[in-house]
């Protein structure tokens, strides 16, 4: 039999409705076939109402996480963020049930509690209220405040934290309609107590209740610790409670068969047929919502024959439709549907106003321009969309005029890419004219800064007058960006060229050899990062090699220079320059280099840790686990893949591969074997890694890891047994290598739950008793009985930023009393208001890090991964295809990648990865005028440059200021702030460098 929501069915989600499916309806319809809404068919469609909120920081993981659900059931479904409560409210009445989305109330929690009358009024009607993801106050105190004994209090459930996925609830009630199906998932928490009006409906393994269901008036309300990941609520689930619910509140002696008539826009109309016994002076209303207008009510005639016909019009967006059969003030049966049309006019609208935004600058063209007539053909094409939109809007729905709907809203986007590809061109080529530049070159090339995000369909700021100035030491690297504006048609054959740097007054130049050229490419996010804009989804970032002529199409195509300033050069001004040729044309872009007389040491000042798992580089690249990395991975091509980032100072550590299920197979390139004796070790091939990176400048060298699952079930007394030897080994070898000081080993990360607080305390226990002179590095301890149990600690925030946090203030004194080092981490988290290394956070964000890094007095950095996401396959000559992930949002877009795989085993860098270098080298700045200002005072001179150095180390308040908040700093945005304090410390280097 034909479900009904196949006859009568919303479009949630946007979801066109398929030509096919309505040529079976209109069979239908003119058959008239009833289909039963009750005892054998499937129940009319109730209206739903979901909430959700922005956690995390605006990021919305769950938004969306129900969509698919409703538009499956076919059920009509408003939206809306948790801060326009009061939209749903306003309507509450015509709602059949309310199920939000987890952590719906989370954050900018609102009181939900204000509206009970409203919510009591809903469940006596008859509305169902699942009160999902009951697991926090502002999500569980409303639900206990809608009648007596519905008291509630969650507590996390320790089988669903640890097995969750893999365990499934425990159903009390399997009769119950309500009852959650029985392979949903166990939540994370679980009811610890709740009052006698509740049902349990289904529990934890351990008998904690996590579903529960009370009866108030005709409705019900559900209060459960579930959600979408626990694969809580299903379609099935729904539609079982809905056919219960509606028998209970609809005639059972009527039923009814709806045609929806045509999609699209225009005058539409519903056949509707009631079958049954209808009672006398029973009324047919149709209640109609238009996009963005009330409710409209309308009494349609109803036959004798239980027939009627109910007109309404479609618009642009989002139309709401209600059919009820009214006996005086009962309501006997009813329906919902919307019908959702793309808004063609309103876009078009949109469209028509940003062309004529681009008019002031168009007119500083002359009349033949490219772009004036571009301008003019663009106009032509909106307005003939609105035209034709406004018409079919006028008719009545058909196929015909649903088809040429979309081709519409197709076309829109085309047009839309146009305009903004005129308006950026446009002005661009209008502050050229504005410039006194009468005839607009095919293109032009902007200077801009590395610190600016410069976005392929934006005019980018910035003059495309004069030289590019740079300031660096000796051994620094330093970056410059232009954007490659076409002002005629798009580019192709591209070529760019750097000219050699050649020192004024003679005495050296620096060459090619020490350039990199590139392009910038651009990376699809699917959403936004934690407290990041909600738009563009393709943010600049990757950096392709310039390896011959390219294209430039768009508004801009930024290219970009890395300059790594020998060792060896002299101090002084240099000058240069980079040509860009198109078209015909040829620009010359000035550069100026100031040479510092002063070097950067080649050890890091900072500990430093950022992973490179060559076990992921296997899989990327040929397949499998990663477990046989060392067989398809040589050495010499993870090293050259590593270089990429040890140029640019950061601590990069080679990782094996942790996840694997042998003892050793995290260390890199370690040979281990297992003989009557017992466990032998060769590091060759990992000296070879170690002394690669400590020839790089590293002074951390990482010597471990030990995953939680080794210290659990059968897997633990073979690991034990084999930790205890290669302790002992590495402790030895690194002893004799003359490396033991600068080695951390790396306990089970981020110990929270009980089984890694246990296997953190064994793993102590084991390396006290034979490798008590190798460092361990614990992160984020929390549990006291972790305190003291490494030399390390490296909490995932900064503590001192938070001095009214006492538990914080209270790890963070007896750490320092315990003497360890004193390093952080960033991950998905801090967000902001700290900075990240997401991709779409300001870039300046990568570098402000390790000013904080210093503010604080951390001496060491921890950063979980280099180039944990995307896919070589993904990677084509102009960058990465949509389909390259950089991770979810809702964990940070980028976070744990920060460089791009490029073809046969090559790892491209990215602007985050620059900004980072820059913010590691700001760090030596401030640790060498430490240096140099501690040696000074050590030796009684220059007390007045030394009070100045300590001035300047206590952090520029352009760069960080100290405030009253938590965290209590906020930092600059502005890159010109930065290169201030940063010619301040350089001008104190020098100046104490220079006095006896």
Known sequence: MLRYPDLIRSVVGRTALRRRWWSHVWTLLLLLAPVPLLAAGTPAAPRVATLYSSWPNGATQYRASLDELFQKLGWPCLRVENTDLAQVMADLDR????CPVAVYNYEHPQPLEQYREQWLRFLNRGGVLIGLDANYGQQIDWLTQLGEGLALAAQKCDIGEREGPQRQVTVAAPDDPFAPPADTAVPWSHFASHGPAWQVLATCPDGHAVCLKAEIGKGVLIATTLYSECRYPTADYLQRL?????????????????????????RKMLAVRLQGEVPDGATLVRETRPPGGPWETTTVPLRPDGAATAVYRAGAGHTDVRLILRAGEQALWWTSLTVENAEVPQQAAGLAARLRRCTPDLKTLAAGHPLRQSYSGLQARVAAIQAEAARLLAADASERHHTRWNQLAAALAPL?????????????????????SATPPPFVVIRSHPLVKLHRDQAPAGSWRGSVRLTAARGEGESLQLGIVPLDRDLSGVRVRVEPLRRKGGGGSIGPDACELYRVGY???????????????????PLLPVDGPFAARGVCQPVWLDLFVPRSARAGRYTGGILVEAAGHRERVPVELEVLDFTLPVEHSLRQLFVFRASLVSQKYFGGDGDDYVKKVPVERILRMADVILKRRLGVHVWGNESAGHPSAVM???????????????????????????????????????????????????????LEAYLQAVQAHLEEKGWLEEAVYYMPDEPWQEESVVSCIRLAELADRVAPRLKRLMTAPRDPRLQGLSQVWVPGNLPEAHPEDQEQQERLRFWQRHGAEMWWYICCGPTHPYPNFFVDYPTIDSRMVFWLTWKYQKTGFLYWGVAYHGDPKEMTPDGPTERYSVGPPHMGNGDGTLCYYGPDLTLYPSIRLNAIRDGIEDYEYLALLKRLADKAEAAGRSPALVARARRLLAVDPRVLKTTSASPNFTYTLDPQAV????????AAILALSATP
Do not use: N
């Open 95 to 98: 709602f059949d049930l309310f």
């Open 242 to 266: 809905w056919a219960v619910q509606q028998a209970k509140l609809m005639d059972r002696r009527l039923t009814a068969t709806v045609g929806l008539g045509p999609p699209g826009p225009g």
């Open 416 to 436: 839309e890419q146009g305009i903004t590809q005129l308006a950026g061109r446009a002005a661009v080529a209008a502050r050229l004219a504005r410039g006194g």
């Open 523 to 541: 990376v699809h996010v699917a959403g936004p990062s934690a407290g990041a804009p909600p738009t563009p989804s393709w943010w600049p970032d």
């Open 668 to 722: 890199p390139y370690l040979r281990e074997e297992k003989t009557p004796q017992g466990w032998r070790f060769d590091f060759t091939e990992t000296d070879r890694v170690l002394t690669h990176l400590r020839a790089a400048g590293m002074r951390t060298l990482y010597c471990g890891f030990s995953p939680v699952w080794k210290f659990a079930g059968e897997r633990e007394q073979p690991y034990l047994e084999f």
């Open 979 to 986: 290169l201030a304090a940063r010619r301040d410390l350089a």
